[in-house]
């Protein structure tokens, strides 16, 4: 709930004085409310909304200063050692974490929804093998919309919320198909007796010849935790364009194409894919050294460590650590590049130059190794991100349908040609 402090901020201009209300909410600092400053015919200037906050939102809190994550409350740590993915799902939906009967009706909700229609076959079939899985995501997630029609009247709130369970059961499938489709491979079903994290291992690595295949239970637990450390993140790029997307009245399928595509960008989901990209520039551990003298002299740029937001930790970087561990061990790989990266974690966490700038080893770091410890190809990182996320996607549109909403339209500072008239003679030479 948002609350009117009793103090105001005073912006004085043109000898006129504008009293701006400071708002307050349940935590982190108070926002000074600017809609006024538009009768004194100015508009203030964000680029990129460092400054800005562009909604109200009961969802997630980030206080990168302290290293804290929390979804409706809870710690993200807390969540990601003692409950599952779906459970973290029904909480950024619902408010509240299920109990034991709601739990088994939304797993079973969401089971019951993991196949797509069939005709989403041919979709696939237009895209060349070597097509991005990213780009098959923007398309087959874009074109849900021609398929459900009975779930887009962005007023009702029972299409809200059966569009939002044929999301999260149905994004695995695709993601998986995206994997398929681009490896030459068939295509598996999903299978309703596995749950959320086996289900998308097995429709990812099973094949109709694996007739007795089984999912490392060490692997499913990993990619349920990637899936939860990577479910929400309050108003970043991703989240944001869904917001503004749907503050169109688009229909929620479009809405979360766009955020998809905005999470391609490297700047944004790529970030795990941009860490075993600069492992491969390193080449082998016996150069780990040198490239860290010249992170020190910025000749290069140390990828994975250090966060836009987590001034001093990204808190879910050690439960990301720890399942890391556990991957490798069950794993038991000796593979060079992992070795490698561990290298760079052990001078990161060791050297003062990284302790004292607070550089520490981030959830990408760990969240890359894992997914190629698994065997999943870099290409499909940030269409797991997009799988993971879709969650935080949808509950940020449904929360914004639930209340009145403005479309989203920012002003600009022009700085172009002033008005000039046309002259053909003059113009045109």
Known sequence: MTNESSKKAVLSLDGKQIDLPILSGTLGPDVIDVKDVLTSEYFTFDPGFMATASCESKITFIDGDKGILLHRGYPIDQL?????????????????????????????????????HDQLRKFFEGFRRDAHPMAVMCGVVGALSAFYHDGLDVSDPKHGEITAIRLIAKIPTLAAMSYKYTSGQPFMYPRNDLNYAENFLYMMFATPADVDYKVNPVLA?????????????????????????????????ACIA?????????????????????LDEIGTVENVAAFMEKVKTKEVKLMGFG????????????????????????????????????ELERIALSDPY????????????YSGIILKAIGIPTSMFTV??????????????LEMHSAPYKIARPRQLYTGSPQRDFTPEKDRK
Request: with cysteine; glycine share 6%.
């Open 384 to 397: 797991i991100f997009a799988l993971a996320r879709t969650v935080g996607w949808i509950s940020h549109w």
């Open 258 to 278: 766009a955020g998809i595509a905005a999470l391609w960008g490297p700047a944004h989901g790529g970030a795990n894919e941009a860490v075993l990209k600069m």
């Open 221 to 253: 637990k990993a990619m349920d935790r990637i899936f939860i450390l990577h479910a929400d993140h309050e108003q970043n790029a991703s989240t944001s364009t869904v917001r503004m997307a749907g503050s169109t009245g688009a229909n929620p399928y």
């Open 354 to 365: 990284f302790i004292e700038r607070k550089l520490y080893p981030n959830v990408d770091f």
């Open 80 to 116: 990601a050692e003692q409950a599952n993915y779906l459970e973290v799902a029904y909480l950024l939906l619902k408010g509240e974490l299920p109990n034991s009967t709601q739990k088994a009706e939304f797993e079973h909700l969401v089971s019951t929804h993991t196949m797509v």
């Open 307 to 342: 966060h836009r937001v987590y001034k001093n930790f990204d808190p879910r970087a050690k439960v990301m650590k720890q399942t890391c561990d556990e991957v490798l061990a069950a794993l038991g790989i000796n593979d060079p590049q992992l070795t490698l990266a561990l």
